[in-house]
Each structure stands twice: as C-alpha cells, then as structure tokens.
C-alpha cells in the first residue's frame, strides 16, 4: 500500500498543474554514506561508462566519482517524472555547480 504523502509522479503533475519538473540537485553529503556508495556504483556499472583503454577497479571508479562530486564536476540529480536518480556532469547541465 503506497503511503498517501509519498510524492508519485501523478501527485508531482496534479500540484505543478501538469507542468514538466525540473530534476532536483541532491547534494552528495544529503545521502547517507551507503546510499551515497548504492548511486554512485549504479552509475559507473551501466554500460557505456568509459574510463578510458585501461581497466579501472569498481573502487577506483567509485572513488574517482566521489571526487568529482565533492569537487562539483559532477552532481547527483533525482528526476521526479521518472523518479530516477541520476550523476551528471556539471558543464552537461550548463553550469560550474558551485554557488
């Protein structure tokens, strides 16, 4: 049973009239250190990551990601229409993000 106050993708559109949502930056230090790790390890195993003619490990994957997080290279977004998390690039989404 879905819990009334959880905000779903239908809920979402009825309060913004229907209208596109933006996706939300999630700050790296808002997630908890597992959760953190659980996103980032998403990110890196899909395939068509490219790190390049040499085999990275999973942990240096992991770790070279957290750096471009901290650094604000890159930045976690969640995407209420598809209720997805997502790590992207910052000069992807047309900014340097930091404030």
Do not use: C, W
Not at 80 to 92: C, D, G, K, L
């Amino acid at each position: 049973m879905q819990d009334e106050h959880e905000p779903t993708v239908e809920r979402l559109e009825r309060e913004h009239g229907g209208e596109e949502i933006a996706p939300i930056r999630v700050p790296p230090d808002d997630l908890e250190p597992d959760t953190l790790r659980a996103v980032i390890e998403s990110f890196v195993l899909r395939e068509g990551t490219d790190y390049g003619l040499h085999e990275t490990s999973l942990e240096d994957k992991v770790a070279q990601v957290l750096i471009q997080l901290r650094r604000g290279e890159a930045q976690i977004t969640f995407d209420p229409a598809t209720e997805s998390v997502n790590v992207v690039v910052t000069r992807a989404i047309g900014g340097s993000g930091r404030p």
